[in-house]
Structures are given as C-alpha cells and as structure tokens.
C-alpha cells in the first residue's frame, strides 16, 4: 500500500508537470505566431537562400567579392612591401597569391565583420573596438571598432583621434604623459608613432603567463646597437617601467569589464562596419556620462 500511495502522487507530479509544460508550449507558440506570422517558424531562411538557384547566385556573388577583396588585399601588401625595399614571397603550396586561400571565409549576414579570435579562445565573427582611457578618471578619451583582428596597425588611427578630440574640447597632453599597451601593440612603428604624439610610450614586448613572477630590474647597460624591440624591453623591466606599465591593468582594464557587464557592448546588434563603429562609441558614450555623474559631473551643468 505505501509503494502504491507513491507510485500514485508521483503519477500525480509527473501529471501537473506535462501540463504546465504544455501550458508554457502553447503560450510560447502564440507568441511566436504573433510576432512571426501563423505559417511561418522564424527560422526560415531568408528569401534569397530559399531557393535552390538563388543560393547558387548569391555564393557565386560571395566568391567573386572575395577574390576582389583577397586581390586588392594582397596588391596593397605588396606595394607596402615594395616602398620598404622587400620582396614578396611566393606561397608554400604553390598557390596564386592574388586568389583567395581555399578555407578563405565571408559572411552572408554582414560581410564586413570578420573571423575573430576571442578572449575565451573561440573564433567569433567580431568587430574589433578600440578605446584610449585616461589614467585618472578612466573616461574614454578615444573610440573606435574595425574590420581588423590585430591591435598593431589600429594604434596610429586612435591616436590620431585622440589628438582630434583634445583639439575640439580645447585640452591638451600633460608634458611627459604615458601610453601604455600590451605586446599585441608592440611595433617599431608604433613606439614612432607615439613619440610623434608626444607620449612616452611603455609597450609590453611579450606575453607573460599569470602568476609568473616578473623578472629582476637588469643592470648591465644596454650595446650600442641595440634594437627599439630591446630598448623597449629594458624600459619596461626596469623599477619605474615596471610601475607605469602595472598602471594599465587598473586603467583600461577595469573599462572594458564595465562595458562588458554593465552594457554587453561588446555584443553586436547592427551590422556593417559604419553601424558596428556608431554601436561601439554609443556605448562608450554611456560609460563616460555614467562616470561624469557618478564623479558629481552634473554639478558642472550650468543651471542658468
């Protein structure tokens, strides 16, 4: 009798469960009939991939982009190459360097956007945005996203928009002021690059895994001949390199876990490039405005 008073109420629960499953598929099917229409699932693929021949076209139109881009890509890589006294190099496998690669990609939904690597390991496509933030009061000073994955190239364009937004609020550089970067921003170029925007630049050389203990400051002076690779790695090894750099992790780090968290701005709504940029300034937009006011910045509106 026991077993079957149990056997009972669990028929009972397994009973009231389907039921309200049931209730919450029917509610979730109107739903969806509301906002997708009676005869259709919302999944359908979009009118011009339904279609056998229309698929056809429209890879067929995705190739032909992609040869163009893949040729003038390469075109312009060359002509950089040859303005520095280099020679190109012919490909191992043999093929033609002007043709797209054969595991080359491009996006249907949004062609601008691109394969990236992510933070947790994962290939995502991505817009890669960019932020300048100043040390005191961590308010973005500079914005931007692009089509690129590496960071090295971007440096040059952000700072020539720094310098644009000092111009338009009347500001100005303190004499002396640091950038601070990691490896991924570390060229020869981009130490130029910020001499010639009046910062000192503090760019980590190389990655060093977490917890690893950093080295000791060197003391043997530096040869002649040493390269801007190596003389950026003794700047930052050295007590007062060391304590610039470790300001980066309090700076722009704790920016972008704010925009993450607070705004999910690193995800993506709009696409092209020229929607992914004006997404990404909004919302560092946002993060400013909620730093001036939090830092009594509304006290500063004048009221008359």
Request: glycine share 6%.
């Amino acid at each position: 009798m026991p077993k079957a008073e149990q056997l009972e109420a669990e028929i009972a629960e397994l009973q009231a469960r389907m039921v309200a499953l049931l209730a919450e598929s029917e509610a979730l099917d109107a739903a969806e009939d509301v906002l997708h229409g009676p005869d259709r699932r919302g999944d359908e693929l979009p009118g011009e991939l339904a279609r056998r021949e229309t698929r056809l076209a429209k890879i067929r139109e995705a190739m032909a982009a992609l040869e163009v881009q893949t040729r003038e890509a390469e075109t312009e890589r060359r002509a950089l190459m040859a303005a520095d006294g280099k020679k190109p190099r012919a490909p191992r496998d043999g093929r033609d360097p002007f043709a797209p690669k054969p595991k080359a990609q491009r996006n249907f939904t949004d062609p601008d956007s691109k394969i990236m690597k992510t933070a947790d390991g994962a290939f995502q496509q991505c817009f890669n945005g960019q932020a300048i933030v100043d040390s005191a009061t961590q308010v973005i000073v500079a914005a931007d996203a692009f089509e690129m994955a590496a960071d090295g190239p971007l440096l040059d364009a952000m700072l020539d928009q720094l310098h644009e937004n000092l111009a338009a609020t009347g500001a100005a550089l303190e004499p002396g002021a640091a950038l601070i970067a990691d490896a991924g921003y570390f060229s020869e170029d981009n130490v130029q690059t910020a001499a010639d925007h009046g910062l000192d630049a503090h760019i980590a050389t190389g990655r060093v895994k977490h917890g690893e203990p950093p080295e000791p400051a060197p003391d043997d002076p530096l040869p002649d001949d040493a390269t801007p690779k190596q003389k950026m790695a003794r700047k930052t090894k050295t007590e007062p390199g060391r304590a610039v750099y470790a300001r980066r992790k309090a700076i722009v780090e704790p920016v972008f876990g704010q925009l993450d968290s607070t705004q999910d701005a690193r995800r993506m709504l709009l696409r092209a490039t020229s929607a992914a940029r004006a997404q990404w300034q909004f919302g560092c937009t946002i993060h400013n405005l909620l730093k001036l006011h939090r830092n009594g910045g509304h006290a500063l509106i004048p009221t008359g």
